[in-house]
Nanobody, 127 residues
Framework: QVQLVESGGGSVQAGGSLRLSCAVS??????????MAWFRQAPGKAREGIAA???????AYSDSVKGRFSISQDSARNTLYLEMNGLKPEDTAMYYC???????????????????WGQGAQVTVSS
């Protein structure tokens, strides 16, 4: 099974930067094929996949964040990151990390492809 815990959320001004982290605990092995992703959901809106990464570091991004956000993982593959730059008020949302066993190229941004989810971290961007 997989347990995910997000951290690093908070409030920033428009144009600022923020980095989210997701601690990953896996069973039975952390080195079998997988994909991880970041999703976000604003009040009254559908959950949106914004960035995804596979075990080898191949990435995919939604058009809404491409060029501003960057997804990565640490060398031990225990932590997933989302570096957010040039933040806009419309980026305000709850941000969730997600995990799936099995590789997929490019890594998917579809909610239905992910079986494990964190509890979320609030990001608020003021104008």
């Amino acid at each position: 099974q997989v347990q995910l815990v997000e951290s690093g959320g908070g409030s920033v001004q428009a144009g600022g930067s923020l980095r989210l982290s997701c601690a990953v605990s896996r069973s039975p092995s952390r080195y079998t094929n997988y994909c991880m992703a970041w999703f976000r959901q604003a009040p009254g809106k559908a959950r949106e996949g914004i960035a995804a990464l596979d075990i080898g570091g191949i990435t995919a991004y939604s058009d809404s964040v491409k060029g501003r956000f960057s997804i990565s993982q640490d060398s031990a593959r225990n932590t997933l990151y989302l570096e957010m730059n040039g933040l806009k008020p419309e980026d305000t949302a709850m941000y969730y990390c997600a995990y799936r066993w099995g590789g997929w190229r490019p890594p998917p941004l579809a909610e239905t492809e992910y079986a494990y989810w964190g509890q979320g971290a609030q990001v608020t961007v003021s104008s």
